[in-house]
């Protein structure tokens, strides 16, 4: 085979329809057709924040990566950050907090440990009061997923916390539901499982996190939150925008919220559009990890966090001592890319971000060259 297939945990697979899009003539940002592409972005991004139709929040995008609005939405915090870390980025969004000169609690787990409220509830009641809570949805590191809905049963008691959620590669895998988990900001990018080239950041924030976030004295400028948001409100960028990847995400969105893409990918009948055409994405994410989970355990293979926690999107898992390296070299021989253990696992794991626009079919291709590189390098 020539050609190879991103399994990677990020940048995926990117379709040869919306690389295209990245093609199209420039046009200048202050052009009526940007902010008609501007708008064209809107509807699905709310529809994959899972923001209710009478919704209060609001949804930006910007030109920078997702660890750039971890800093934004940060830029709108002045008091204590309790900070959920139990990988390499959940770790940074507590990283970035100190950086701004946060009060900063760690609630340390080990790696492929998830929360749980008990763990969150007892931390706010012991340390608290804090101002936010961070945490990282899904822990690319380990492919460990923490699920919103967790954190937010614990923030029922203190209702002036308010929860950050790192959805980097969570959004467009499963949901978030932003308003009924009571979520203030919640920040991604494009590279994961929208399944689109990096470089544009994707935010949704509460009504009340804006509010505070204005009397925030020192926000800057590049990544001030409430620039974004409010530009992003009236199209109107507040530096040159990435034109080309504005494209790329408004066909992306528009295909899944249309549910064609859907169609097209699961072999399953036409979801509808809207929120159905979402549910139907994610249900997909769903079915590749319970799919993953069962080749594992059949093989004897273990993930490296328990299976009830295993993130919708990234598998990671132990390759029970064989060689990780020759293992990941057969799978490129075969075409596909696949990633390494990460940090202290590189040696020990090997990784396979099951997301984006991959299908069910393309993942059963994979796990047969995985069985043949597993028994080669036994
Ligand atoms: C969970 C998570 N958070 C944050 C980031 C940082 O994103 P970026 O590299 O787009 O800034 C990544 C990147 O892989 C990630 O996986």
């Given at each position: 085979m020539t050609t190879t297939s991103l399994w990677i945990p990020g940048p995926t697979e990117v379709r040869p329809e919306l690389l295209a899009e990245c093609a199209r003539p420039m046009i200048g940002h202050r052009f009526p057709e940007m902010t008609e592409l501007l708008e064209r972005i809107d509807p699905g991004l709310r529809l994959a924040f899972g923001?209710?139709?009478?919704?209060s929040a609001h949804v930006a995008v910007h030109s920078c990566t997702a660890s750039g609005l971890m800093e934004s939405v940060l830029r709108g915090v002045t008091g204590r950050v309790l900070s959920l870390v139990n990988g390499s980025f959940s770790k940074r969004f507590a990283e970035v907090a100190e950086s701004l000169g946060l009060e900063v609690v760690r609630l340390q787990r080990e790696l492929g440990q998830a929360f749980s409220t008990e763990d969150v509830a007892v931390a706010l009641r012991d340390q608290g009061p804090f101002e936010v809570v961070t945490a990282c949805a899904?822990?690319?590191?380990?492919?460990?997923a923490t699920l919103p809905s967790r954190i937010a049963a614990a923030l029922v008691e203190h209702p002036d916390t308010m929860l950050f959620v790192d959805c980097v590669t969570w959004l467009a895998g499963a949901p978030i539901d932003l308003d009924a988990n009571r979520i203030d900001a919640a920040i991604a990018g494009?590279?994961?499982?929208?399944a689109l080239p990096p470089g544009l950041g994707l935010m949704a924030v509460s009504d009340r996190f804006l509010e505070r976030a204005r009397?925030?004295?020192?926000?800057?400028?590049?990544?001030?939150p409430v620039k974004l948001v409010e530009c992003h409100a009236a199209k109107k960028p507040p530096m040159t925008p990435t034109i080309s990847l504005h494209y790329a995400l408004a066909r992306q969105l528009e295909e899944i919220s249309s549910g064609d893409l859907e169609a097209r990918l699961s072999d399953?009948?036409?979801?509808?559009?809207g929120a159905a055409a979402w549910a139907a994405r994610f249900a997909r994410h769903a079915r590749m990890r319970d799919r993953t989970i069962a080749w594992a355990t059949e093989r004897g293979l273990h993930h490296t966090c328990a299976r009830e926690d295993v993130s919708p999107t990234v598998s990671s898992i132990d390759a029970?001592?064989?060689?990780v390296p020759a293992f990941l070299a057969h799978m490129r021989e075969e075409g596909f890319r696949m990633g390494g253990g990460y940090g202290d696992l590189k040696q020990t794991a090997f990784r396979i971000g099951?997301?984006?626009?991959?299908?069910e079919a393309e993942l059963e291709q994979l796990l047969a060259a995985a069985d043949r590189g597993l028994g080669s390098t036994a």
């Open positions: 923001l209710e139709a009478d919704s899904s822990e690319t590191a380990t492919g460990t494009t590279q994961k499982a929208l009397k925030a004295p020192r926000r800057g400028w590049f990544l001030d399953r009948p036409h979801p509808g559009p029970g001592g064989r060689d099951h997301m984006g626009d991959h299908t």
